[in-house]
């Protein structure tokens, strides 16, 4: 596709009448596309497909870019695919059903695999706090949860032997987390050592309990995970859907498993 490019900019000169300028932040951002084509996906023959590009845009994202950059060089990329089918030199332009980031809207940020497991070993489980400290990071990073979600479970949504959870989250809509084994370990230690000690008579059926025997809240949370590191719960929650896709899942499950209701929505997680 890097061959297109001077015929591309030639006629963004001369049949768009483009300026100077938009020329040549557009050669530099397609130019920075082929580079990343080159040196993660060599054996492409410069086929691209929708999770090439997912893949490109979640490298944007890593490197901080703002949405007002990152839209303008998905721009880039949709007058170049226009260019090239009406060409007639590709007969599917993906690029063109890529969405523009929203204007003023944060990224979510989140943690690269090392970083997250150093996070996850950082309260102290020699007490009982540390315990649950380190059950609510595990929960959160190992099931996706959002805060309100884990801050809403009860002791009868939790399922030790199928290593599931049934989590009530946005709309009332009820769907079943699977968490990993070190999640389930940790909720396990924290059931049978921590939770005990932290009980009071005004507990009920709460799953994670503050110092006084009360249910947490979701503020108390974000102070629990920010206690350990620059990072919210909602990080964690990116975090989890990060990984997951790194490590093969599909968009669809990944989508069922953080119970968003469109698939848009999951897409910002690519």
């Known amino acids: 596709m890097r061959h297109y490019l001077p015929a591309f900019l030639g006629y963004l000169q001369g049949e768009r009448g483009a300026s100077p300028h938009t020329i040549a932040a557009y050669e530099r951002d397609l130019k920075q596309f082929f580079d990343f084509i080159d040196q993660w996906f060599p054996d492409t023959d410069g086929a691209v497909d929708v999770q090439l590009l997912r893949w490109y845009l979640a490298s944007l994202w ?29 007969s599917d332009p993906v690029a063109l059903d890529l969405a523009t980031p929203k204007k003023g809207q944060p990224l979510p940020k989140f943690l690269e695999k090392d970083e997250a497991q150093t996070l996850l070993t950082r309260p102290d489980t020699t007490t009982p706090l540390g315990l649950r400290d380190r059950a609510i990071l ?20 939790l399922d030790l032997k199928r290593g599931q959870l049934r ?12 968490v990993g084994q070190p999640a389930l370990e940790a909720l396990q230690v924290y059931l049978s050592k921590a939770r005990p000690k932290l009980k009071s008579p005004r507990s009920e059926d709460a799953l994670f309990l503050n110092s006084r025997g009360g249910r947490l809240t979701a503020r108390g949370v974000q102070m629990i995970v920010g206690k350990y590191g ?4 909602h990080a964690l929650r990116h975090s989890f859907a990060t990984h997951l896709l790194e490590g093969g899942a599909d ?8 119970g968003h209701a469109s698939l848009s929505t999951t897409q910002i997680y690519t």
């Open 62 to 90: 890593r490197k901080g870019l703002a949405r007002t950059t990152i839209g303008r060089k998905l721009a880039a990329l949709r007058s170049f695919y226009r260019y090239l089918a009406r060409m007639g030199a590709v």
């Open 138 to 157: 595990e929960t959160l990073y190992g099931g996706g949860l959002r805060v309100g979600e884990l801050v809403d479970l009860n002791l009868t949504d």
């Open 167 to 178: 989590v009530m989250g946005k709309g009332r809509r009820q769907r079943i987390c699977l």
């Open 230 to 233: 620059p990072v919210s719960p």
């Open 251 to 258: 968009l669809r499950s990944v989508q069922e498993l953080l």
